[in-house]
């Protein structure tokens, strides 16, 4: 008997479903995201209770479940590990996301390598052919025996592959190019990510087996479909990166099992992606010499310190309005630094442009690296270079004084380690600190931006 058949409006964006449509989603505000699907009330009753019936689980009492630490598998890479929290948690599900030509598809079959050396993978693939596959296995040295390919689409069946061969780990890709038949929508839409994600995930959870899951992103940069999707698996993995650059950035957004801070730093060569094992040297190489506008900034991904170059551009206007871009920071976050370099210093920068640029891609979005884009922008200003080997960190307020930062005497560690011989610090960081200094680097603290550019001219 064919169930009753209606028409919903799903939102995109949000995954929230209305009666009617509406120009804008009056929950999350987006224009022009409503889509509308056509549903068979019985039908979609009978796909999910028909899929998860042989997946059972039964009530278990507080007492009889065991509270020993996880099991994880080691992915072969140390900086997947990393953002992982120490490796794949074993009946976990992991969403992977990028964009297009990334490598997320590449990382997968990486890891398959070593993984598969002492476990049993199912590499499910709905947007290549086997064929393919084995090219792209035979480019990155991948000839592990114990991994199998399944082209295919249904989830259901796909459920029922897992349910009898009992893999360790499973790969799907993509969960955009699953479905299931019982379901009137079209693959890709937002009912069928998430009914097709819930069902993979059942399966996951119910035999304890660890499941990766690739998501595509929308022109936005967030994951296709609904939002729903990381609400439900246990980890958001994002791989960031510049199709002009050749470095990936691998940052968890969410982790049940681990840290959201920690990164790892990938760099993509013909035979895959290679591990970047100390990406400071990797962002601060190449930096020339006696330029103004260019300071070192240390910034904290996690537990991992990172260097990243600043450069800054200050110039005349040629036009009334002067112009500023900011790639790398917040827009706004460097509009308030210069208008704190205007009222509290003294610097006039109102009818010069301003450009800043965070080398090598990174994103940084730590307040600790205000005084780092003060300093580049103030030595473009006055056209006088910063030292090579000094460094600085510390947040900026809008009276123009320097605040203290977390992670301080790390931070200073690390610039020891990569041969730096000045650093400058909050001055309330130094009084903390005055006895923990290392030997081959100078601390000076400051406590406001004037006196931060004169201890780069000392």
């Known amino acids: 008997m064919v169930g009753k058949v209606k028409s919903v409006y799903v939102c995109s964006a949000c995954g929230h479903e209305y009666s009617k449509w509406f120009g804008q989603c009056p929950n999350c505000k987006e224009w022009s995201t409503l889509e509308e699907e056509v549903r068979t009330a019985a039908s979609a009753q009978k796909s999910s209770s028909a899929v998860l019936s042989a997946n059972r689980s039964r009530v278990y009492a507080l007492n009889e479940i065991t509270a020993d630490t996880e099991h994880r598998f080691d992915t072969g890479l140390n900086e997947l590990n990393r953002v992982l929290g120490g490796g794949l948690v074993k009946g976990s599900m992991v969403l992977l996301s990028g964009d297009p030509g990334i490598g997320k598809s590449t990382l997968l079959l990486q890891i398959c390598e070593h993984l598969g050396k002492t476990l049993k993978i199912l590499y499910v693939s709905g947007e290549e052919s086997a064929h393919q596959i084995k090219l792209r296995a035979t480019r990155l040295n991948v000839k592990s025996e114990n991994l199998s390919i399944l082209c295919e689409t249904d989830a259901q069946y796909i459920c029922e592959v897992i349910a009898s061969e009992k893999p360790d780990i499973v790969m799907i890709d993509s969960i955009q190019t699953m479905n299931i038949a019982e379901l009137s929508s079209s693959t890709g839409s937002i009912t069928q990510v998430r009914e097709t994600t819930n069902i993979l995930m059942r399966t996951a959870k119910t035999l304890n087996i660890p499941m990766i899951i690739v998501g595509h992103v929308n022109k936005d940069g967030n994951i296709a479909g609904p939002k729903v999707l990381e609400h439900i698996v246990d980890a958001v993995l994002y791989i960031e990166g510049d199709r002009n650059f ?213």
């Open 246 to 458: 050749s470095y990936r950035i691998l940052r968890a957004v969410k982790n049940r099992f681990g840290s959201t801070n920690e990164i790892g730093m990938f760099e993509m060569q013909d035979i895959g992606l290679t591990e970047v094992s100390n990406p400071s040297m990797m962002l601060i190489s190449g930096k020339p010499k006696n330029t103004s506008g260019s300071c070192i900034a240390c910034v904290m991904e996690g537990t991992r310190p990172i260097m990243a170059e600043v450069q800054s551009l200050v110039t005349p206007t040629g036009f009334g309005t002067p112009r500023r871009m900011a790639t790398g920071i917040d827009y706004n976050r460097m509009a308030m630094l210069i208008a704190v370099l205007e009222k509290r210093a003294g610097y006039f920068i109102g009818n010069m442009d301003c450009y800043i640029n965070i080398i090598g891609g990174l994103k940084i979005d730590e307040p600790a690296a205000d005084l780092s884009v003060a300093l580049a922008i103030v030595s473009s200003l006055k056209d006088y270079a910063v030292p090579e080997d000094l460094l600085a960190f510390g947040e900026i307020g809008l009276g123009g004084e320097i605040r203290a930062v977390n992670s301080c005497e790390q931070r200073i560690r690390e610039a020891a380690k990569l041969g730096f011989r000045k650093c400058v610090i909050p001055k309330y960081n130094l009084q903390k600190i005055r006895n923990k200094l290392a030997d081959n680097i100078e601390v000076v603290g400051v406590s406001n931006i004037r006196q931060a550019f004169q201890a780069i001219m000392d």
